[in-house]
T-cell receptor, first 116, second 115 residues
Framework: EAGVTQFPSHSVIEKGQTVTLRCDPI?????LYWYRRVMGKEIKFLLH????????ESGMPNNRFLAERTGGTYSTLKVQPAELEDSGVYFC??????????????FGPGTRLTVL | AQSVSQHNHHVILSEAASLELGCNYS??????LFWYVQYPGQHLQLLLK??????LVKGIKGFEAEFIKSKFSFNLRKPSVQWSDTAEYFC?????????????FGSGTRLSIRP
């Protein structure tokens, strides 16, 4: 079974440009999460989808970030316009339906975003 | 606010040495506790988890962790490390009311093993 995949693996853009990151969760996983790690710091939660609905977006840094999950499958995270402080590694994770037992979050390889 | 503290940023050990990585969290309610590991060039993966029951949990590759509720701690241990344990280790929690909620991570501990 394929794991969580993310595209691209690395993106280098200039300040002010737009970048869109994509995450494909494990097939059948209703929960999809985005996290970010700024260099040297902790991995921070950005938001959580349950199917196509945003369950928790408390970690989104500002309105330059837009996450979507149309159809409840893959998700995109758009940064527009990008700023220098947006540089970091963006991780996506997915887990199954929260049916009472623990649902492990499986992580993708991450997208390394560099804003120059 | 919930937070996780990892005591060491970088730990360097020789092979066969014993390992203990400290982790403390701040959250007053029931929590689920985790250690994740990221080997060089690989995905973040779950090493072990604590939900309830025996506070001493065993994970993959000979790792174990002990939950001490009174100390809000969840330290990771391994009696004898190997060169292949070189990786970054993350302690993490999520609130116990929902296993599908967000995970809060510590800043990570980089472990380097000298052959």
């Amino acid at each position: 079974e394929a794991g969580v995949t993310q595209f691209p693996s690395h993106s280098v853009i200039e300040k002010g440009q737009t970048v869109t990151l994509r995450c494909d969760p494990i097939s059948g996983h209703d929960n999809l999460y985005w996290y970010r790690r700024v260099m040297g710091k902790e991995i921070k939660f950005l938001l959580h989808f349950v199917k196509e609905s945003k369950q928790d977006e408390s970690g989104m840094p500002n309105n330059r970030f837009l996450a979507e999950r149309t159809g409840g499958t893959y998700s995109t995270l758009k940064v527009q316009p990008a700023e220098l402080e947006d540089s970091g590694v963006y991780f996506c994770a997915s887990s199954q339906d929260p049916g009472g037992t623990y649902n492990e979050q499986f992580f993708g390889p991450g997208t390394r975003l560099t804003v120059l | 606010a919930q937070s996780v503290s990892q005591h060491n940023h970088h730990v360097i050990l020789s092979e066969a040495a014993s390992l203990e990585l400290g982790c403390n969290y701040s959250y007053g309610g029931t929590v689920n506790l985790f250690w994740y590991v990221q080997y060089p060039g690989q995905h973040l993966q779950l090493l072990l988890k604590y939900f309830s029951g025996d506070p001493l949990v065993k994970g993959i590759k000979g790792f174990e962790a002990e939950f001490i509720k009174s100390k809000f701690s969840f330290n990771l241990r391994k009696p004898s490390v190997q060169w292949s344990d070189t990786a970054e280790y993350f302690c993490a929690v999520n609130p116990g009311y929902s296993s599908a909620s967000k995970i809060i991570f510590g800043s990570g501990t980089r472990l380097s093993i000298r052959p």
